[in-house]
């Protein structure tokens, strides 16, 4: 039985064009693993590899949701079961790339059964949301420090439902957690993730954005501003979209916006490599070509 391949790591780091290179040794189609390239609405701004840099590799789950759609982990879990099993029967190799720590954990360690939060919490949750986020900040921290914990970053929508589970059901969101079970069973699976020289990683992802914007990521947001979305839609707040859109409703200036875009995408960089740091338990990690060789070492001689 073929093993499922996990290749993570913060964004810019190479990820893509490794799962590509390994797919071509080991027979193996590449499944994303990303909270926004799922987004059909977003190629350009969350770097979805294009057919030209798939090069004839079959990949899966890129751009098949709408932006309106609020998409979640279990969604995802839902939607790559199906193609891990397709790959397996067809004795191909899955390989699943991308940034999103929280896929990979639900699917190496489980995602719990949670139930719906009561109407009062959900509303209590929105009440603070409209409030304003330190507010929601704090109400989730006091309610479920655990789970406020593993937060990355300013995520209004993971706190809402930090609030809302504490508040309407028997247990907080790091109880429920805890009771969860692995879609892929330790054994069935090798990870590894990539953590490149941190200032080269910077140096790129400032370059990458410009190219971004200069090869069609403007006229991006632009369309994703015509459709007059609601801003907080997860496709509205991917990193590198809000401050394209302040640009296009002409509060600043092209030059601040590309600015704003870099500083927020290294600084998620960093929220990056430190949830993957202390995360990705059974992972192998890989910042150089000679680790990326005793990665294939351990692919080769992996047996179930």
Same mark, same amino acid.
């Given at each position: 039985?073929?093993?499922?391949?996990?290749?993570?790591? #913060?964004? !810019?780091?190479?990820?893509?064009?490794?799962?590509?290179?390994?797919?071509?040794?080991?027979?193996?189609?590449?499944?994303? !693993?990303?909270?926004?390239?799922?987004?059909?609405?977003?190629?350009?701004?969350?770097?979805?590899?294009?057919?030209?840099?798939? *090069?004839?590799? #079959?990949?899966?789950?890129?751009?098949?949701?709408?932006?309106?759609?609020?998409?979640?982990?279990?969604?995802?879990?839902?939607?790559? &079961?199906?193609?891990?099993?397709?790959?397996?029967?067809?004795?191909?190799?899955?390989?699943?790339?991308?940034?999103?720590?929280?896929?990979?954990?639900?699917?190496? *360690?489980?995602?719990?059964?949670?139930?719906?939060?009561?109407?009062?919490?959900?509303?209590?949750? *929105?009440?603070?949301?409209?409030?304003?986020?330190?507010?929601? =900040?704090? *109400?989730?921290? =006091?309610?479920?420090?655990? !789970?406020?914990?593993? &937060?990355?970053?300013?995520?209004?929508?993971?706190?809402?439902?930090?609030?809302?589970?504490?508040?309407? @059901?028997?247990?907080?969101?790091?109880?429920?957690?805890?009771?969860?079970?692995?879609?892929?069973?330790?054994? +069935?699976?090798?990870?590894?993730?990539?953590? #490149?020289?941190?200032?080269?990683?910077?140096?790129?992802?400032?370059?990458? +954005?410009?190219?971004?914007?200069?090869?069609?990521?403007? &006229? $991006?947001?632009?369309?994703?501003?015509?459709?007059?979305? !609601?801003?907080?839609?997860?496709?509205?707040?991917?990193?590198?979209?809000?401050?394209?859109?302040?640009?296009?409703?002409?509060?600043?200036?092209? $030059?601040?916006?590309?600015?704003?875009?870099?500083?927020? @995408?290294?600084?998620?960089?960093?929220?990056?490599?430190?949830?993957?740091?202390?995360?990705?338990?059974?992972?192998?990690?890989?910042?150089?070509?000679?680790?990326?060789?005793?990665?294939?070492?351990?692919?080769?001689?992996?047996?179930?």
């Amino acid at each position: 039985m073929k093993p499922v391949i996990c290749i993570a790591g #913060p964004t !810019a780091s190479g990820k893509s064009a490794w799962a590509i290179e390994l797919a071509k040794t080991v027979d193996g189609e590449v499944i994303n !693993a990303d909270s926004m390239q799922v987004y059909k609405d977003l190629h350009i701004l969350s770097a979805r590899p294009d057919e030209k840099e798939m *090069e004839n590799i #079959p990949h899966h789950l890129f751009g098949h949701v709408d932006g309106q759609v609020r998409y979640s982990t279990g969604r995802w879990l839902r939607d790559v &079961v199906p193609v891990i099993l397709d790959c397996l029967a067809r004795q191909k190799t899955p390989i699943l790339v991308g940034g999103t720590g929280l896929y990979f954990k639900a699917l190496t *360690e489980g995602l719990a059964a949670i139930p719906q939060p009561s109407a009062e919490a959900i509303d209590r949750a *929105e009440h603070l949301r409209r409030e304003g986020f330190e507010k929601l =900040r704090q *109400e989730a921290e =006091r309610v479920d420090p655990v !789970a406020f914990a593993r &937060v990355l970053g300013d995520d209004p929508q993971r706190l809402m439902r930090i609030v809302s589970v504490a508040l309407g @059901t028997d247990h907080p969101l790091s109880v429920w957690q805890r009771e969860t079970r692995p879609v892929i069973p330790k054994g +069935y699976w090798v990870g590894a993730v990539l953590l #490149p020289d941190r200032e080269k990683l910077y140096d790129r992802i400032d370059k990458r +954005y410009v190219a971004m914007v200069s090869g069609g990521g403007l &006229v $991006e947001a632009k369309s994703l501003f015509d459709k007059q979305l !609601a801003a907080d839609l997860p496709v509205m707040k991917a990193i590198g979209v809000p401050p394209l859109l302040e640009f296009i409703m002409e509060k600043i200036s092209l $030059e601040e916006a590309v600015f704003q875009a870099q500083r927020d @995408t290294r600084r998620f960089a960093k929220r990056q490599f430190t949830w993957f740091r202390g995360q990705a338990k059974h992972w192998f990690c890989v910042n150089n070509a000679a680790s990326k060789g005793v990665f294939r070492q351990k692919i080769s001689e992996f047996s179930i």
